[in-house]
């Protein structure tokens, strides 16, 4: 399974941006999508993250400024991040907890992680 994320840049403080990230591979189905960041010195977080049938999770910090959706036909989550800070300054990475069947009917489960998106937000 592959993630391919997009929409990271440079944005000045209180601007927006959108990223996206499409899964790809053996899938037959995917119930958590999500993401997370990573800031110069410190811990991966949790961003947000989304359940097949919608339900939403966001840390404290991003809720009401950040809006975690998903498009489960084409296994795509999108992040659109509004009144950005510099604080929000990070890579983001995405990830998919996915399961696929083989031809036995065994289930393969996993997390899949995308390779990351740089966000820079300027004072």
């Known amino acids: 399974v592959q993630l391919q994320a997009s929409g990271g840049g440079l944005v000045q403080a209180g601007g927006s941006l959108r990223l996206s990230c499409a899964a790809s591979?053996?899938?037959?189905?995917?119930?958590?999508m999500g993401w997370h960041r990573q800031a110069p010195g410190r811990e991966r977080e949790l961003v947000a993250d989304?359940?097949?049938?919608?339900?939403?999770d966001y840390a404290d910090s991003m809720r009401g400024r950040f809006t975690i959706t998903r498009d489960n036909a084409k296994n795509t989550v999108y992040l659109q991040m509004n009144s950005l800070k510099p604080e929000d300054t990070a890579v983001y990475y995405c990830?998919?907890?996915?399961?696929?069947?083989?031809?036995?009917?065994?289930?393969?489960?996993?997390?899949?992680w995308g390779r990351g998106t740089l966000v820079t937000v300027s004072s």
């Open positions: 989304i359940k097949s049938g919608g339900s939403t």
């Open positions: 591979g053996q899938i037959s189905s995917i119930n958590v």
């Open positions: 990830n998919a907890d996915y399961i696929y069947y083989t031809d036995e009917g065994t289930p393969i489960v996993g997390r899949a």
